[in-house]
């Protein structure tokens, strides 16, 4: 098959039998096709005892393409990897919703087929950075795909810290914590605390307040290109954090500043031709069919 991708890598959930049995087909069918297959390490052993595992910076820098079998957290988790080099990413679903994993794992390989020849819409998603500073100084930062997420530690009690967008101050708040998601995570815990569903082409984030004190806090959106600042109160207690994707935490203290803003990275994901945004949402979220 002569195809627009010749070196393509398998990444998956470790120790996850359903995904072990994908990517096996996947492997075996991706060589009959003549293609370069690469499988990252953390998989690589349960899937073909022959191939050399090499780690997610190393697949991104070997492949054309990247297929990640399971849901949207292990999509997440390749992306704030991948999203730095130029590689096309498709998902294969083995999770729950799936916003972000197209294919079906048993029945991929119709579509996979024309994705390969060619067939396919690529669709750009930014992501954010998330930098916590202490006394002036940078201490830690991270990437997220969906949201950056400022929240206690291990219990969960009321905060203080004030909002800055593009260093204008805009107010201060009481709460559980802030959501500051892009449009990729505007259906994800974003949605769960009210924020309203940003299409994937908009150039906007949206700020989402976690049980504020007041009523008349709302979510607000803003332009993605807005540097959003978060001034954490002295009289905080210890154990706060900024968690990527709820999966990495940064660990912040009373004072602290978190500084976030778009990433100069972009996740290129990859589509079957013919991909309806608004098909997935009512599929996933139960919206009514059309009524004539």
Sequence with gaps: MKTKFQTVGLI????????????????????EEGLDVVIEERVAKDIDTTATPVSLLELGRQCDLAIVVGGDGNMLGAA????????????VNRGNLGFLTDLDPENFESCLSKVL???????????LEAEVHRHG????????????????????????FE???DDKFMYSQRADGMIVSTPT??????????????TPNLDAL?????FPHTLSCRPIVVDANST??????????????????????????PGDEIIIRRSTDRLRLIHPDGHNYFHVLRNKLGWGSKLF
């Design 185 to 198: 995570g505007s259906t994800a815990y974003s949605l769960s605390a009210g924020g309203a569903i940003l």
């Design 228 to 253: 959003i600042k978060l001034l954490v109160s002295p009289d905080n207690g210890d154990n706060l954090e900024v968690s990527c994707d709820g999966h990495v935490h940064l660990a912040v203290l």
């Design 80 to 91: 704030r990897v991948l999203s730095r080099f130029d590689i096309g990413v498709i998902g």
């Design 117 to 127: 020849e060619g067939d396919f819409e690529t669709e750009h998603r930014f992501l």
């Design 163 to 165: 909002v800055y967008i």
């Design 137 to 160: 100084k940078l201490k830690s930062s991270n990437t997220a795909v969906n949201e950056t997420v400022l929240h206690p530690g291990k219990i969960a009690h009321m905060i203080e």
């Design 206 to 210: 949206i700020l989402v307040p976690m």
């Design 12 to 31: 998956g959930k470790p120790h996850h039998q359903d995904t072990n049995t994908t990517l096996k087909a996947l492997n075996y069918w991706l060589r």
